[in-house]
């Protein structure tokens, strides 16, 4: 037992003298959590603005140019053009040049009066989702209470929403939580993957396999410093999105360590598994970019997880992300601790224990 | 021979990899404190007889013992008592002579004072003080293998493995390595070396040579060539070009090789003198005909039927 721990030891003190040798390695552990933050941090954003617009104007009258101005002044559109018949907005749609086109007819004046038929009409490129769902919310605007503002104050919403967790609707707020789970994804499943596979692909293998040093001796002593790597990136993260993006934890940090913990290791167990099917460096990177997509597109993390079609549900059940990015949201910006989360951290262990499981009755001990 | 003196011991010994038979019913004795040889080409099965014996490959069919030991099923008790040198460098680059060392010795288990002790030993034996601080992949030739012998000796074999050792040295640190190399048997140590240098293979105690995963011939390196009195013939004339060209084909003749100005031709028996004089007077070649003491090239072809050219 104790030999089995001084063998182990001294791969994760090899492991550990490798590392700091390893510039690339060494950059891509800081560089990677840093460049995603500020990526998804400050770039996506779905509250769309200064979107390309053109406005034909066939009315020509007091109330038309208010209400273009209006609209102009909401930001969402930028009326780029100015047409006089509506054959022009095809080419443009066409082109890429518009998103959207706001027809005001020639009878504007006459149809809002009498109420009959839609005063106006907004051409969409409906080939963007995000630019359909702004035009939508356009559409709904009260024209009646935009020409004329003394009855603005009358009446109110008819359902008024409370945001708890996220009054200002800051997008980081909902990002940076997931986004250490992406990141440890990124990293612990491709380093543990290729940093097996290179043991064998280099031929120091053959060597290890004739000295009493076991497999699994071998794999966990490789796989310990990336713990700690992943520790040192999960702090990162948490620290960077404090400072930059003002993104608190409401919870406890115990549990939000706990479960970044439980997740590496879930990652960690991937990237044997991975490296245990796979014959070089090149496909072990190969293995962890397949693993990575689905995890990242059905986790919850970029797409909401209700909007999904049931099968995709099932199969983001299976993915250690979906648990992680629910418990790191709740823990850090509902404050939830591991009483109301204890399922989403037991699915986390149990996907850990499996993949260990079948990556340690997947190894190799020979070289054939 | 008493079961005690033999480090290792096959029958019928085979190895199949798809339809290809790596290794083929080799029965194999090797006794303790030998320089044991496997000289073949590329292919014949060295390394994947070594790798049967180490434990590292199962066999498909046959039974191995090596140092009183049941291989495959005692592989991990064997391992503490042997050393494998691989073909390919297999110590890390990117860690330093001392590194390696260090590392190697604490996967033995060595504690650390008594692992500083062996690897300063080794560092001395070997000529790799000054080297302490060095990447590995930044080495030499030589050096790299020095290193790779101290690593593999540093848990004090009964028996060491070497595939191919020299194949990436000159002959200079080539010589040193198997002045090493008799330090160890000296010392009581069984090596099996597998090779496809003819003056390699010479310096072994007893040597066999494989083609195609069978063994052709075993015996001492003086015991094989004195096995061919009389077969090698020294062809001395002005066109040994054509002398060539009238030999090759001829019954009776194994091979015909030119070395420098001469001729050297392998026969299959004694008889074959006339026939060559004959032979060579027909096509006009004034040539003097001697014969000459054979050496392990002659062994090599008599037994694989193949010029050693193309085993290099």
Known sequence: MIASFSRMLAVTVKELRQLRRDRLTYAMIVGIPVMQLLLFGYAINLDVRHLPAAVVDQAHTHNSRELVADLAQSQVFDFRYRLTTPTAITGLLRAGDISAALVIPADFERRLALGDKPPLQLVVDGSDQVVQAAARQVASLPLHRMLTPAAAASPPSAISVVSYYNPEREAALNTVPGLIGVILTMTMVMFTAIALVRERERGNLEFLITTPLSPLELTIGKVLPFVVIGLVQTTLVLLLGYWIFSVPVRGSLLDLYVASLVFIVASLALGVLISTLVKSQFQAMQGAVFIFLPQILLSGFMFPFNGMPKLAQWLAEALPLTHFVRLVRGIMLRGAGFGDLWLELAALALFSVGAMTLATLRFRKRLD | MPAADIAIMTHGLTRRFGTLTAVDHLDLSVRRGEVYGFLGPNGCGKSTTIRMLCGLLLPSEGSIRVLGLDVPRQAEALKRRIGYMTQKFSLYDDLSVAENLAFVAQVYGFRSVAARARIAALMDIYRLGELRRQMAGTMSGGQKQRLALAAAVLNEPELLFLDEPTSAVDPQSRREFWDSLFALADAGTTLLVSTHYMDEAERCHRLAILERGRMMVEGSPAALMNALPGRVLQVECDAPRQAQRALEGLAGVRSCAQ??????????????????????????????????????????????????????
Request: charged share 25%; glycine share 8%; proline share 6%.
């Open chain 2, 259 to 312: 070395i420098g100005a001469s001729l050297r031709v392998l026969t299959d028996a004694e008889e074959a003198l006339r026939r060559i004089e004959q032979a060579l007077t027909d096509a006009g070649i004034d040539a003097r005909i001697a014969p000459a003491t054979p050496n392990l090239e002659d062994v090599f072809v008599a037994a694989t039927g193949a010029p050693a050219g193309k085993a290099a």
